[in-house]
C-alpha cells in the first residue's frame, strides 16, 4: 500500500511493510523521499515525527 503525503514543500512515499521501524529514505538522483512503516502506521503520524527536522537536510541535497 503506497501513498504520497506532503511535509511542507516535500512529497514523500509512504509505503507499508510488515517491519518494525520506521525508515526514511533519499533517493538519488533526484532527490526522492520514501518512508518505509510498518502497517500499523497512520499516515496522520508523520507530521508528528521527526521528519520535519529532516526537510532542511532534504532541501539541501
Given at each position: 500500500?503506497?501513498?504520497?503525503i506532503?511535509?511542507?514543500?516535500?512529497?514523500?512515499?509512504?509505503?507499508?511493510?510488515?517491519?518494525?521501524?520506521?525508515?526514511?529514505?533519499?533517493?538519488?538522483?533526484?532527490?526522492?523521499?520514501?518512508?518505509?512503516?510498518?502497517?500499523?502506521?497512520?499516515?496522520?503520524?508523520?507530521?508528528?515525527?521527526?521528519?520535519?527536522s529532516?526537510?532542511?537536510?532534504?532541501?539541501?541535497?
Amino acid at each position: 500500500m503506497n501513498t504520497i503525503i506532503k511535509l511542507e514543500d516535500i512529497e514523500a512515499e509512504v509505503v507499508h511493510k510488515n517491519i518494525r521501524n520506521i525508515h526514511l529514505r533519499v533517493l538519488p538522483p533526484d532527490g526522492k523521499v520514501r518512508i518505509s512503516a510498518p502497517f500499523r502506521t497512520k499516515n496522520e503520524t508523520f507530521i508528528n515525527l521527526p521528519v520535519q527536522s529532516l526537510i532542511g537536510l532534504v532541501n539541501r541535497e
